[in-house]
T-cell receptor
Framework: AQSVTQPDIHITVSEGASLELRCNYS??????LFWYVQSPGQGLQLLLK??????LVQGIKGFEAEFKRSQSSFNLRKPSVHWSDAAEYFC?????????????FGAGTRLAVHP | DSGVTQTPKHLITATGQRVTLRCSPR?????VYWYQQSLDQGLQFLIQ???????AKGNILERFSAQQFPDLHSELNLSSLELGDSALYFC????????????FGPGTRLLVL
C-alpha cells in the first residue's frame, strides 16, 4: 500500500541553524514527490516537487530536497532557517494509478524556530 | 496565492444539517480534488473530478457528494452532519488528470456543533 512517513512530529531549531525534515515513502511504481508547507490558518503551499531527472531539487524560500530511491526517502533541507519558516510541513507522494492523480500525505512535521 | 479560491472560509452549523462548499480552480485547470484535514485522520483525499466527470473516489462518506459544473467550479455537499465532520476541507486543482502538480486553495473550516 502507498504510504508516507514523517518520523518527526515536532522539530525546534534556532534561527540561522540548518534544517532537515525527514520523509520516507512506500510506493510500488515511480513516485512523484512533493513538499507542501502550511502556515497557521493558511492553505497548503507547494515548496518543491520531484517527478524525474536530477535527484536534488530546488524549491521556493531556499528549500531543497533530495530523492534517494535506495532509501525511499525525500528529505527536505534548508541551510539557514528564518523565523518565518515556522509552520507545518507535509510530504506527499502521488502517482498515476487507475486513471487518477491522488496525493497521499504524511502526518506532517511542525517546525518551531527559536530567535 | 495559488489561484484556487474556496468559499466560505468558515462555516458553523449544527448536527444533522447540510452544507455546500464551493471551489473555483485555477484558470485553465480541468481537474478538481477535495481533501479533508482533521486532527485524527490528517490530510485525506476525498474525490476527484476531471472536466465535469467523477474520476476517482477516496475516503469519502456516503453522506458526502460532489460535482463539477460546466464552468469547472466544483461543489462539495456534506449532509446529515456529525460532530466528527468538523475539519478543514481543501480543494486543489491541476491542469490535467495525472502526473500533475496539485495547487491548493485556502480551505474551508467547518465546525459542526
Amino acid at each position: 500500500a502507498q504510504s508516507v512517513t514523517q518520523p518527526d512530529i515536532h522539530i525546534t531549531v534556532s534561527e540561522g541553524a540548518s534544517l532537515e525534515l525527514r520523509c520516507n515513502y512506500s510506493y510500488g511504481a515511480t513516485p512523484y514527490l512533493f513538499w507542501y508547507v502550511q502556515s497557521p490558518g493558511q492553505g497548503l503551499q507547494l515548496l518543491l516537487k520531484y517527478f524525474s531527472g536530477d535527484t536534488l531539487v530546488q524549491g521556493i524560500k531556499g528549500f531543497e530536497a533530495e530523492f534517494k530511491r535506495s532509501q525511499s526517502s525525500f528529505n527536505l533541507r534548508k541551510p539557514s532557517v528564518h523565523w518565518s519558516d515556522a509552520a507545518e510541513y507535509f510530504c506527499a507522494v502521488g502517482g498515476y494509478s487507475g486513471g487518477y492523480n491522488k496525493l497521499i500525505f504524511g502526518a506532517g512535521t511542525r517546525l518551531a524556530v527559536h530567535p | 496565492d495559488s489561484g484556487v479560491t474556496q468559499t466560505p472560509k468558515h462555516l458553523i452549523t449544527a448536527t444533522g444539517q447540510r452544507v455546500t462548499l464551493r471551489c473555483s480552480p485555477r484558470s485553465g485547470d480541468l481537474s478538481v480534488y477535495w481533501y479533508q484535514q482533521s486532527l485524527d485522520q490528517g490530510l485525506q483525499f476525498l474525490i476527484q473530478y476531471y472536466n465535469g466527470e467523477e474520476r476517482a473516489k477516496g475516503n469519502i462518506l456516503e453522506r458526502f457528494s460532489a460535482q463539477q459544473f460546466p464552468d469547472l467550479h466544483s461543489e462539495l455537499n456534506l449532509s446529515s452532519l456529525e460532530l466528527g465532520d468538523s475539519a478543514l476541507y481543501f480543494c486543489a486543482s491541476s491542469l490535467r488528470s495525472h502526473q500533475e502538480t496539485q495547487y491548493f486553495g485556502p480551505g474551508t473550516r467547518l465546525l459542526v456543533l
